[in-house]
Nanobody
């Protein structure tokens, strides 16, 4: 069991940057693969990025590739999402997620159903 808490959301103008942080309640974060998802009101939760247990593999949705970077700091039980060149379309609530399963492919990594642990979300608002 792990509790996740996101922070770092806020309001920014288009083209700006934000860093989202996910703090985990476990001292053994290395046993979890991690992901970021986002969900707008009335829409399904959509995949943003994921990172393997070791950090050696990462996957991104095409809409954020080359703009967002996922990373992890297991020593401090933290995960990050560096978001650059933000666009109004990136406006929504962002959630971090964790799973003890191995992410073997992009298909597996991008499915929200594969993550049993979720944070409460943090709002990101990008104005034009």
């Amino acid at each position: 069991q792990v509790t996740l808490t996101e922070s770092g959301g806020g309001s920014v103008q288009a083209g700006g940057s934000l860093i989202l942080t996910c703090a985990a309640s476990t001292r053994t974060l290395s046993i979890y693969a991690m992901g970021w998802f986002r969900q707008a009101p009335g829409k399904e939760r959509e995949f943003v990025a994921a990172i393997s247990r070791t950090g050696g593999s990462a996957w991104y949705d095409d809409s954020v590739k080359d703009r967002f970077t996922i990373s992890r700091d297991d020593a401090n039980s933290m995960m990050y999402l560096q978001m650059n060149d933000l666009r109004p379309a990136d406006t929504t609530v962002y959630y971090c997620a964790a799973t003890s399963d191995i992410l073997r492919s992009a298909v597996v990594a991008s499915g929200p159903g594969g993550y049993p642990y979720w944070g409460q979300g943090t709002q990101v608002t990008v104005s034009s």
